[in-house]
């Protein structure tokens, strides 16, 4: 795919090859955080893309393993940072799809017992999906508190409130072979200011996975399963036509990857070229799934080749 | 080793098979939950077991992964449980072998921060090993609070009190590559009454691993470290004049195959005779490091061959 440009591999392109991409794809997903905003911030710039994006008519989709908000939030903060006239439809997260994944895919009958916080309980609550409710007494142990009948499934995300207790009853929960062993996602973890970082959704599935001895299904990327989604609710998105842009390698590079993108590293994020380099250069195959078609070092990179268009067009 | 009684590898032995190693063996290493008690239970037969051993002049050592109290309280266990005076110097805690690997093998210089029990933090405390203060405002968070200078250290051990919170810290100093991470030991997770399960500290281990991207240095079993700290502290402990009797194979099996010891699984506990004999029949060959040399339904089956001693002798 990525051969049509006479390259593939991790390099960085610029002007006329950002042009020729804008002018080949019809669909593009972008990850959120890292890409085009940090927390509260816009990333410089990623407005006007995706603002020029959706005025020349390109479909655009966030693709977000961030599970801590419901999808109406997102449409709240997109509005607030200044991009124009973003819909929910447009926007799949971790929590979203895990809702859909477990009404539609395996029609779970049952409570769900959530590890995440409020904004994933609020999403799988929207799509019908029972949740266990946790408020545990402040001195309840797994000794002896009470267990919820009737639980067919446990999530795993993101959760700042996590403790040993959530832990060992999710534990509990999954000795039922029945019980389903789900999780939002795998990040490692994610990037706070001052050098800090906080543990992600699969630093706590990676406990449960060990305590339970099972492995979790993952729903968001790299896993295929967000693609599905996008698919499933808009017809003709051609895996040819679009291209996934993201700012970590294992996460969103090898999504791409695994659903047949073309896909292009920001380097606004976690992920640093010389890594990418790296996963190019290595001589165990598996790791080529993570090298990114094309490189740049912000989507504001994006900018001259719209004016370019412009200037055609007028 | 095991190969002087004609067989090699999980078979049930009894009377005149056990006398043979009673005889043979000088050095006695038990595990302690479900080798010779559950919770506050002894296991049925297990003093007088340990008792005769003693009296009969054998070293015996309780090697424990259980890192939640301090050496003083399993003394006072053992008294109160009806074994005749053991000794603080017989037992060898994952938590007591890791303020040993702290102040005599990395000579850590600086604080440790701890995510674990009470139990662990007196055991460093006592070898005059800093710990960090852990006490947070209920509303702190990773994106506001104080982290501690000069941690040199992060120890995981199994930790009923775990937050998210202590969680980050713990990723946040592991950025420092200077600082070290330890874990008391990888245990999974241990059974509990009533079919629930208590998640152990390899299960937190996984979480803080995921979240940093390091791997931590395990000091109890299965690691050697434990039998290191008996070597240096009994002289003549010959790996050939030991027997190793626990309740689960991938830890206190491996620990003896690690060690160079003769291995013995009880079955009053974790592991099933069947897993052991799938590990046996398995292609891999570093499964049959799982595999004990033997196996007793429970060390009261020592009973009848003691008693064949005593017949013997009077």
Redesign the interface.
């Known amino acids: 795919m990525a051969a049509v440009f006479g390259f593939k591999g991790c390099q960085k392109i610029r002007g006329p090859q950002i042009r020729n991409l804008l002018e080949a794809k019809d669909f593009f997903l972008f990850d959120c955080d890292g890409v085009i905003w940090h927390g509260e911030k816009a990333i410089s710039g990623a407005t006007a893309v995706v603002n020029s994006l959706i005025r020349r008519g390109k479909n655009v989709f966030f693709v977000t393993n961030n599970c801590t908000r419901p999808r109406e939030n997102y449409v709240l903060k997109f509005s607030r940072l200044g991009f124009n006239g973003v819909i929910l439809e447009q926007i799949f997260s971790s929590s979203y799809c895990s809702a859909l994944y477990l009404r539609d895919v395996v029609k779970v009958r049952g409570q769900v017992f959530v590890i995440g916080c409020d904004g994933l309980r609020r999403e799988l609550l929207q799509a019908a999906i029972p949740c266990v409710e946790e408020a545990d007494d402040p001195g309840a ?3 002896d508190c009470p ?1 919820a009948a009737n639980v067919k499934a446990v999530l795993v995300g993101h ?7 959530k ?2 009853k999710a ?2 929960y999954l ?1 039922d072979p029945e019980c389903l062993f789900l999780a939002t996602d795998n990040d ?2 994610h990037p ?1 200011s001052g ?6 959704s ?12 099972r492995k979790a299904t993952v729903i968001g990327k790299p896993s295929r399963f967000m693609f599905e989604c996008i698919s499933s609710q808009f017809s003709g998105v051609d895996p040819a036509q679009c291209l996934m842009v993201g700012d970590r390698l294992e996460v969103d590079m090898l999504f791409g990857s695994n659903c047949g993108l073309d896909t292009m590293l920001t380097l606004t994020g976690v992920s640093q070229i010389e890594e990418a380099q790296e996963y190019r250069n290595s001589e165990l195959t598996s790791n080529h799934s993570f090298v990114p078609d094309y490189v740049v070092d912000t989507i504001a990179d994006f900018l001259p080749a719209f004016e370019e268009l412009e200037e055609q067009s007028s």
């Open positions: 142990t797994i000794y267990l959760d700042d409130k996590m403790t040993f207790l832990l060992a534990s509990c000795r490692p973890w706070l050098g800090r970082i906080l543990p992600g699969g630093s706590l599935t990676a406990a449960l996975e060990v305590a339970s001895g």
